[in-house]
């Protein structure tokens, strides 16, 4: 017979350390029962041995070991991500903005009038400055397709109080008037002779036969929205688990820095003892509407009748109607009535209501149930095709929760 190969010995540093915490209990007066953190102590020791020599015998050291506990908690999701609707490629959140920009950039080369009003329209913030800015645009280029054989209309004065506050602190404008036609001049100032002058942007004069061009771009300027990247739901199918209720969710998922994430932790130590005192309606409120604009996002999960999974990525503020819509369209059959339960059983039945009102942020197990009209008849075409109601392309997919 072959011999069994021997166990590896636990390396000398740990021995040291467990024969060291061993020497100072045994310091300790004798003649009494070893106290419950004494005997807390001897169990972590041998633990310690016995993980050591595990190790060991695996080839691992101790801060690999430590390091395969950190990568088994992996988040749920990654991060939460975008479809860039120019390219259709998916970046991540804090990529979102750069990805844009460089996309609206590449654009220009093909239509720079467009791309001009997307960086109006995307890149300044202020809804109200925008709407000062392309209305203000808007009358110039009127002003040019109505009364052409104006010259005066023509010009447009760069150092004018009007165009410094409304248009030219602003993104993408200077661009936008280049791309319809107009150039950079320095017109005399009359009386202060040719030395001095005045910067204009001035129209050209080949753009008088293109007028109905001016005034498609003025419509354009008016009618267009900010370029929106399109949030990823990340549409996960995953086979039964015990898990489902557990979440680990990435700091993309809060509207809050690390440094007050850790405020926060702090905060909810105090919110215990805050909970036995008395407190106003008013009170309650207030604090319930801080929580809830902590989030920005919420990783939501249906678990459905046969114990399958359905994960995807939503706004906080998204309403209860999208969370039906994305389970309908995972559905072989949409028409099929269901009705989602909440933590604790509710029902969600006013679709209307936002995930932070109803509390399911920044996440939330919830579970299916179907008509029980038609529950029978679902069962028994399940049983009888042994088969998900899932759409089968997500099923080839199913991925097991961690």
Request: contains cysteine.
């Amino acid at each position: 017979e072959v011999a069994p190969k021997p166990r590896q010995a636990p390396t000398d540093e740990a021995q040291m350390a467990a024969a060291a915490a061993l020497a100072r209990l045994e310091l300790k007066p004798k003649g009494k029962a070893p106290s419950a953190s004494q005997e807390a102590i001897k169990n972590q020791v041998k633990k310690e041995l016995m993980a050591e020599a595990a190790a060991s015998e695996k080839g691992l050291s101790m801060e690999e070991k430590v390091q395969e506990e950190e990568e088994a908690a992996a988040p749920s999701v990654s991060g939460v991500y975008f479809i860039c609707p120019l390219t259709g490629d998916i970046v991540r959140k804090d990529q979102k903005e750069k990805h844009l920009r460089e996309a609206i950039q590449a654009y220009s080369s093909v239509d720079p009038v467009a791309a001009s009003i997307m960086e109006i329209h995307t890149f300044n913030k202020d809804r109200e400055k925008v709407r000062a800015c392309v209305e203000t645009m808007a009358k110039y280029l009127d002003n040019i397709y109505l009364h052409p054989e104006e010259e005066k209309y023509r010009k447009i004065k760069l150092q004018n109080k009007v165009f410094q506050e409304r248009i030219s602190c602003l993104e993408g404008t200077h661009k936008f008037f280049q791309a319809v036609g107009f150039e950079t001049k320095t017109l005399p100032v009359p009386g202060q002779g040719k030395n001095s002058g005045w910067e204009y942007y001035v129209l050209k004069e080949e753009m008088l036969s293109r007028l109905e061009e001016l005034k498609d771009c003025k419509e354009q300027l008016l009618s267009s929205e900010p370029v929106r990247a399109q949030l990823h739901r990340q549409l996960t199918v995953f086979q039964p688990s015990p898990a489902a209720a557990r979440f680990e969710l990435p700091h993309d998922f809060f509207n809050l820095t690390a440094e007050e994430l850790r405020r926060e932790q702090r905060l909810r130590t105090e919110a215990v003892e805050k909970a036995s005192m008395l407190r106003t309606r008013a009170m309650r409120e207030k604090e319930e509407q801080r929580e809830m604009r902590k989030y920005n996002y919420t990783l939501l999960r249906v678990r459905f009748p046969d114990g399958y999974i359905l994960q995807g990525t939503f706004y906080a503020r998204e309403s209860v109607s999208v969370l039906y819509n994305f389970v309908r369209e995972a559905l072989r059959e949409d028409w099929l009535p269901f009705e989602l339960l909440g933590p604790g059983g509710l029902k969600l039945t006013d679709e209307n209501l936002a995930f932070n009102e109803c509390g399911l942020v920044p996440s939330a197990l919830l579970s299916l149930a179907w008509d029980a009209a038609v529950m029978a008849d679902v069962e028994a075409a399940a049983a009888e095709e042994q088969r998900s109601p899932l759409r089968p392309e997500l099923l080839a997919r199913v991925q097991t929760l961690s």
